[in-house]
């Protein structure tokens, strides 16, 4: 099994940073893509930042310029440096791992969330 812990949200006024941390546990033989995606009330599932192996990042239009992907493999872990953070930002965030298990699968793997509320 693989494992996704997500940590680092909470409450935080308009302007204020976070930094979101997800580490992967478990049968790992390969941690591929990783990224970060939220969902607000009433709202679809949305990618926020996206990490691949090689290094490549992606935001979406809404975080370009405020958030920041970044990863450690040695500790199997995605960080999302939150900055400038508006009320829209306010939702749950969660963790996905593109991972190869030890047994030679490939899956995708996702985290519990974790609430970002950010106050006016």
């Known amino acids: 099994q693989v494992q996704l812990v997500e940590s680092g949200g909470g409450l935080v006024q308009a302007g204020g940073s976070l930094r979101l941390s997800c580490r992967a546990s478990?049968?790992?033989?390969?941690?591929?893509?990783m990224g970060w995606y939220r969902q607000a009330p009433g709202k679809q599932r949305e990618l926020v930042a996206a990490?691949?192996?090689?290094?490549?990042?992606n935001y979406a239009d809404s975080a370009k310029g405020r958030f920041t992907i970044s990863r450690d493999n040695a500790k199997n872990t995605v960080y999302l440096e939150m900055n400038s953070l508006k009320p829209e930002d306010t939702a749950v965030y969660y963790c996905?791992?593109?991972?190869?298990?030890?047994?030679?699968?490939?899956?995708?793997?996702w985290g519990q969330g974790t609430q970002v509320t950010v106050s006016s």
């Open positions: 996905k791992a593109d991972v190869t298990t030890t047994w030679a699968t490939r899956v995708d793997y």
């Open positions: 478990g049968s790992i033989f390969r941690i591929n893509n």
């Open positions: 990490s691949t192996s090689g290094g490549s990042t």
